[in-house]
């Protein structure tokens, strides 16, 4: 099933979503459905509030679809260390749009439960490593405009503003 992406002006993007305590069928089913609708909407990142869902669950592929084993489920993840710094071009499916220049680690080590609760360390670098780092901050309600400049910031939110008025968004 293919979930509709929530957007931005949502407050289940803003708060602190609940841990994963559960790994049953339907969390396996979630998970399924959270990759479907990732690659629906043609992004390599989704995290369980852009569906609705305030639950401490992602889901990530930086190749899109290319190799199967870069699919990874992180459910309760943990950032255990960030090193060195890389600045690009960052987004958000929940901020449909827009695009802005992020500055975030460049090697991130990442501590996860897989769908069915075993406990795993990853270490990601370049896209992995913002990959890792912007779907926890999803978790902990943080979206990537908070890590640019307040001018900035607020210059996507008059727009979003506008756009909402025009019932555009
Ligand atoms: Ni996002």
């Known amino acids: 099933m293919i ?10 993007l803003e708060k602190q979503a609940e841990p ?17 609708s990732m690659y629906a909407a043609h ?51 929940s901020i449909p749009e827009f695009r802005e220049e992020v500055t ?5 080590t990442v501590r ?3 769908v069915n609760g075993k406990w795993y360390e990853k270490t990601g670098e370049d896209l992995l490593a913002r990959a890792f780092l912007h779907e926890t901050d999803h978790l902990n309600g943080k979206l990537y405009i908070s890590h640019i400049s307040a001018l900035k910031r607020d210059l996507i939110k008059r727009k979003i503003r506008k756009l909402v ?5």
């Open 165 to 169: 008025k025009a019932g555009e968004w």
């Open 112 to 114: 996860a439960q897989d």
């Open 43 to 93: 992004g390599v990142g989704l995290a369980a509030p852009q569906i609705g869902i305030s639950k401490h669950l992602a889901v990530i592929d930086v190749t899109f679809k290319e190799d199967p084993e870069a699919k990874l489920v992180l459910a309760n993840p943990q950032i255990l260390h960030v090193e060195g710094k890389q600045r690009g071009s960052e987004g958000c499916l």
């Open 3 to 12: 979930y509709p992406i929530v957007k931005y002006g949502d407050p289940v």
């Open 20 to 36: 994963v305590t559960v790994f049953d069928d339907e969390l396996k089913k979630l998970v399924e459905d959270m990759f479907e």
């Open 104 to 108: 975030r680690g460049k090697k991130v």
